[in-house]
């Protein structure tokens, strides 16, 4: 799984120091993006712009080539406001990976296999490095639901998932809790989500979970993957405590 001698470093001069909480981890996220651009290499010119105001950690190109601008341990800007499970400045605690691909506004695509393998193998890495949890690999409109749709409803996040580098979508014993869209919108900000615009954040919800319809419609399917997500997470971090000694 090591990337050792695979990443081209293409520095940015668009970075700064993190702010870490005393006592708390630099790193607890991986915030994944499509860069939303025609080309990868313009995208990678933008990205090492002083005069943009924006950087990433890593860059996957089409053909899988990895370049890195960021050194992990400084904050990129790639998150702007965004929140998740309350907590804000997202661009201290996180890292950003750019995966190439045009976007909405240019002819979004699927992303090609030799991409996926390489954006996989990124993330187990990173994820391993800082210890991320797999609740925390999460896209862009996960952070920013109103201003962002990446990497969109055709990213592969099953396959992430089929790696344990990211939650997987429930798909078996759905049951609706039938909760009204208050207490469907206080699960969802359990979760994560910032709620302040409930449409939304179903739409980024739905975006991530349940790729086939984006409509923001908070339907019995749509309570029933939230409502067993939390259930499975919940489980899960128990056996977790568990096996470290801590539940």
Not at 173 to 196: C, K, M, S, T
């Given at each position: ?40 290499e ?5 990205l090492?712009?002083?005069e ?9 190109h ?33 890292i ?16 090609p ?130 096996e470290?000694?801590?539940?």
């Amino acid at each position: 799984m090591s990337l050792a001698g695979e990443i081209e470093w293409r520095p940015s001069p668009n970075y700064n120091a993190r702010v870490v909480p005393e006592g708390g981890r630099p790193v607890r996220q991986i915030i994944l993006h499509y860069t939303g651009m025609q080309e990868g290499e313009a995208a990678v010119h933008w990205l090492c712009n002083p005069e943009s105001g924006v950087s990433a950690h890593y860059l996957v190109h089409e053909d899988g080539r990895i370049i890195q601008m960021v050194e992990e341990m400084d904050r990129a800007w790639h998150a702007g406001a965004s929140l998740w499970r309350g907590a804000a400045d997202l661009n201290s605690s996180s890292i950003g990976i750019e995966i190439q691909n045009p976007g909405h506004e240019w002819g979004y695509r699927p992303f090609p296999d030799i991409q996926m393998r390489s954006v996989i193998r990124l993330v187990a890495t990173v994820a391993v490095r800082h210890r991320i949890d797999r609740a925390d690999v999460i896209g862009h409109s996960d952070v920013a639901p109103t201003r962002k749709t990446d990497p969109g409803e055709l990213f592969d996040w099953p396959r992430l998932a089929m790696h344990r580098v990211a939650l997987s979508r429930p798909d078996r014993l759905l049951v609706d809790p039938g909760w009204g869209d208050g207490a469907f919108a206080l699960a969802l900000e359990r979760f994560g989500y910032d709620i302040a615009d409930l449409a939304a954040a179903t739409r980024a919800f739905q975006r991530r979970f349940r790729q086939t319809t984006v409509d923001g419609i908070v339907d019995g399917q749509t309570r029933a993957i939230l409502f067993t997500l939390q259930v499975q997470e919940e489980q899960r971090l128990q056996a977790r405590d568990a096996e470290d000694g801590t539940g």
